[in-house]
């Protein structure tokens, strides 16, 4: 049995169990030990089975126990850990994924304690700091970076360490908390723990794991806290079932609810998660729209605005004009000022330009991934050798709060590449623009009094993203960022989610993103907490609408309306639903109110037009749609209403005037088609089929064409055509296509 084979046999395990089929999960857990012939699990699995058909026994006998759910949660406990049991000894064997080969390597050394790590880490902080002391030069340098080099080795050693540990025990989680309490250990290790620890929950469940990491949560170091919060997002979301069934891991998280700080990192946390799910559409849209049309642009500019000038003191907008005509004209503008409001809101606009400079070794190794950006390091010390060129990119990239930590080391490392020339004009322009950069920070920071925790949140999760959507052994982890949108479903998530003020900050943001489902699933438990509020009525409504379902958007809509009358927004939206549900009068009466408050508003006039259309009011249609035209002439809408409308009431002449001024225009392939209705009612046959003809050339094939024609035959039939000529029209077009 190959690593795929194990992992859909697990799957299909987990399944058993979450359905409460334990009979088949145990048979297949005896399967899966039977392959390999592990008798420690055979024989656990036939206590199991022994306990279990006691337990079934006792309840069909009807003896209450009142440890009864206690112990049937114990079950499905053990049945969990024995199938994981079963399914890594084979995975030990055939598997060649990182996790499993660092635990064989792990298997062959003498291991090392999590005690003997923060004494190795102590002494060598204790050491870096008696070399700073030393005298600048040479030997000071070598000294440094020889021992910045055995520290990174022992990072990168705790960190794979960690990643592969077996389930925790007492001594191994209050070695843990020492090692996280000891202030002797630098942060940055502790830092790169917390991912470690979060890495090996993701790849096997361990409740004591994560009661510790939730521990974690309320760590004095905000840094610190912050990664532990993230991390039990996605742990939760996977692990949602099995967890309920381990209530001291969510007693702890309920606990840590009634803290306003958690509360607040939580939030902002799932907030970044959010946002990540929007990462590969803005990345698309950069890559596929703004960036070529930069690309297109600069021969333009190129030739049409001069470089010095542009360069100048005073600006490019005063001595050049012509660059923003530029902009405007080819739609950039609007496409830039989109790429700036998606950075002002803390979206990921540079994970594309960055993607593309994750090929270093420094990027081979896992835990390199998850590292805080510091000069110091070996792979970048190089760098920052030069004391100028230092400060000004020291203070430029490690104040930065544009681009997170994995990003930072992709810009040295490609900095590096440079030629000297370059990469010192480079450090001297960051170094002029850093300051003002900080002011902007400092001053962001004053009017968000958070931000600063919130850029440490969400520079966390975009590092999260670049390992699990550019790490080269990406594929043999699941994906994170790939989990369902569920937060304010998750049970265990309720005591944070659902203070309503976090619950409208969430749904607000599913909302802004379009994803419609969960918008509404959030303002639905919303509504049920916020029963007066007509605004959340309103986006229900929205969502609905969105969602093609016209009856509950309507529903919704009127709800709203019984809560604040008079909303134009909501009387707008009820017209249309009614409309849309084929209720004109409904929606005219509705329109009609919109009148009231809006006489000027041309889309009204139309839309009563249309009520009185449908209605088969026609005289009164054109009333409205002449108006319209009247207000504004050039209003093409206003003339397809009126061709259509004085098509259908049989005003040949005025239906013909109108098409021949939209043909004029930028005819579509129904205004083709209607025109050639018109020409045939007014028998003129050779005219309707050389108009049909243009229509099918605007519908883009002959099956189109002809479903447009089928949908028009009553019309064309009330209006006296005889429909038998449609099929010789159309053999005639087909005959003349041909040719």
């Known amino acids: 049995m190959n690593s795929s084979e194990i992992r859909k046999k697990l799957a299909i395990i987990y399944s058993y169990i979450e359905q409460k089929q334990l009979k088949d999960a145990l048979e297949?857990?005896?399967?899966?030990?039977?392959?390999?012939?592990?008798?420690?699990?055979?024989?656990?699995?036939?206590?199991?089975?022994?306990?279990?058909?006691?337990?079934?026994?006792?309840?069909?006998?009807?003896?209450?126990?009142?440890?009864?759910?206690?112990?049937?949660?114990?079950?499905?406990?053990?049945?969990?850990i024995v199938a994981e049991d079963a399914a890594e000894q084979l995975f030990?064997?055939?598997?060649?994924?990182?996790?499993?080969?660092?635990?064989?390597?792990?298997?062959?050394?003498?291991?090392?304690?999590?005690?003997?790590?923060?004494?190795?880490i102590t002494k060598q902080a204790d050491t870096i700091s008696f070399i700073d002391l030393l005298e600048d030069g040479p030997e000071k340098e070598s000294r440094i970076r020889q021992t910045t080099i055995t520290h990174e080795n022992t990072q990168q050693d705790l960190f794979y360490t960690i990643f592969v540990s077996p389930r925790a025990n007492d001594d191994f989680i209050a070695s843990c908390r020492h090692f996280m309490e000891d202030e002797s250990v630098p942060q940055q290790d502790k830092m790169l723990f917390i991912s470690a620890l979060t890495m090996?929950?993701?790849?096997?469940?361990?409740?004591?794991?994560?009661?510790?990491?939730?521990?974690?949560?309320?760590?004095?170091?905000?840094?610190?806290?912050?990664?532990?919060?993230?991390?039990?997002?996605?742990?939760?979301?996977?692990?949602?079932?099995?967890?309920?069934?381990?209530?001291?891991?969510?007693?702890?998280?309920?606990?840590?609810?009634?803290?306003?700080?958690?509360?607040?990192?939580?939030?902002?946390?799932?907030?970044?998660?959010?946002?990540?799910?929007?990462?590969?559409?803005?990345?698309?849209?950069?890559?596929?729209?703004?960036?070529?049309?930069?690309?297109?642009?600069?021969?333009?500019?190129?030739?049409?605005?001069?470089?010095?000038?542009?360069?100048?003191?005073t600006g490019f907008d005063e001595k050049n004009p012509e660059w923003q005509k530029?902009?405007?004209?080819?739609?950039?503008?609007?496409?830039?000022?989109?790429?700036?409001?998606?950075?002002?809101?803390?979206?990921?606009?540079?994970?594309?330009?960055?993607?593309?400079?994750?090929?270093?070794?420094?990027?081979?190794?896992?835990?390199?991934?998850?590292?805080?950006?510091?000069?110091?390091?070996s792979s970048v010390q190089q760098l920052f050798s030069n004391r100028s060129e230092r400060d000004s990119l020291v203070e430029a990239l490690s104040g930065s709060s544009l681009i997170c930590n994995s990003d930072k080391y992709s810009f040295c490392l490609s900095i590096m590449m440079m030629p000297e020339n370059y990469r010192k004009m480079m450090a001297s322009q960051l170094g002029a623009e850093s300051a003002e950069l900080k002011n902007m920070q400092a001053e962001e920071e004053a009017l968000k009094p958070f931000q600063k925790e919130e850029t440490i949140s969400k520079q966390y999760i975009q590092d999260l993203y670049r390992f699990f959507k550019l790490f080269p052994r990406r594929a043999e982890f699941r994906d994170i960022f790939e989990l369902p949108l569920n937060y304010h479903r998750l049970p265990a998530f309720q005591p944070v989610v659902m203070q309503p003020n976090h619950l409208e900050?969430?749904?607000?943001?599913?909302?802004?993103?379009?994803?419609?489902?969960?918008?509404?699933?959030?303002?639905?438990?919303?509504?049920?907490?916020?029963?007066?509020?007509?605004?959340?009525w309103q986006k229900i409504g929205y969502c609905r609408q969105m969602m093609a379902d016209m009856k509950g958007a309507l529903e919704a809509y009127l709800h709203a309306d019984l809560i604040e009358e008079n909303n134009t927004w909501v009387l707008q939206r009820i017209a249309y639903c009614y409309r849309v549900l084929k209720e004109p009068i409904t929606a005219l009466e509705y329109y009609r109110r919109l009148e009231q408050f809006r006489p000027d508003d041309l889309n009204i006039q139309l839309n009563i037009g249309h009520?009185?259309?449908?209605?088969?009011?026609?005289?009164?249609?054109?009333?409205?749609?002449?108006?319209v035209e009247m207000l504004n002439s050039n209003n093409t809408r206003a003339w397809r209403s009126i061709a259509w409308c004085a098509f259908l009431s049989r005003k040949l002449d005025v239906a013909e005037r109108?098409?021949?001024?939209?043909?004029?225009?930028?005819?579509?392939?129904?205004?083709?088609?209607?025109?050639?209705?018109?020409a045939l009612c007014l028998e003129q046959t050779k005219r309707s089929v050389e108009l049909y003809k243009l229509s099918l050339g605007k519908a883009g094939n002959f099956e189109t064409f002809e479903t447009m024609l089928a949908e028009d035959e009553d019309e064309l039939q009330e209006a006296g055509v005889d429909i038998s000529i449609l099929p010789v029209i159309l053999d005639k077009i087909r005959y003349d296509k041909e040719e």
């Open 326 to 377: 530029i902009l405007d004209e080819t739609g950039l503008t609007d496409k830039l000022q989109e790429f700036t409001e998606l950075q002002l809101e803390g979206a990921d606009v540079f994970h594309s330009t960055f993607s593309n400079l994750k090929s270093y070794p420094f990027f081979q190794q896992m835990s390199n991934w998850f590292l805080p950006f510091t000069p110091q390091h």
């Open 28 to 80: 297949g857990v005896k399967e899966l030990s039977s392959i390999q012939q592990n008798w420690a699990v055979t024989e656990k699995i036939n206590e199991l089975t022994t306990n279990y058909r006691f337990m079934l026994h006792y309840l069909i006998e009807g003896k209450k126990d009142p440890e009864q759910q206690r112990i049937y949660n114990k079950l499905i406990r053990d049945i969990y």
């Open 200 to 313: 090996n929950i993701l790849q096997r469940f361990d409740a004591r794991k994560i009661e510790f990491l939730l521990d974690l949560c309320n760590h004095p170091e905000a840094e610190l806290a912050i990664r532990a919060v993230t991390g039990i997002i996605p742990i939760f979301q996977i692990y949602s079932p099995r967890l309920e069934l381990y209530s001291g891991c969510s007693d702890r998280l309920k606990l840590l609810s009634d803290d306003k700080t958690f509360g607040r990192r939580f939030i902002a946390a799932i907030i970044g998660f959010i946002q990540a799910h929007e990462t590969e559409k803005i990345t698309k849209k950069l890559t596929e729209e703004i960036i070529p049309e930069m690309m297109k642009l600069s021969p333009m500019i190129g030739k049409k605005i001069k470089l010095d000038e542009w360069m100048g003191e």
């Open 658 to 678: 109108y098409y021949a001024r939209i043909l004029e225009t930028k005819p579509n392939a129904h205004d083709y088609l209607n025109a050639g209705h018109v």
């Open 611 to 627: 009520c009185y259309l449908e209605l088969k009011e026609y005289e009164k249609a054109l009333n409205y749609y002449f108006k």
């Open 92 to 120: 030990l064997q055939e598997s060649t994924s990182l996790f499993f080969d660092k635990i064989r390597l792990m298997g062959v050394r003498t291991p090392i304690t999590m005690e003997e790590y923060r004494s190795i």
């Open 505 to 536: 900050k969430i749904a607000l943001y599913y909302f802004e993103k379009n994803n419609f489902t969960e918008a509404l699933s959030a303002y639905t438990l919303l509504a049920e907490t916020r029963n007066g509020k007509s605004e959340i």
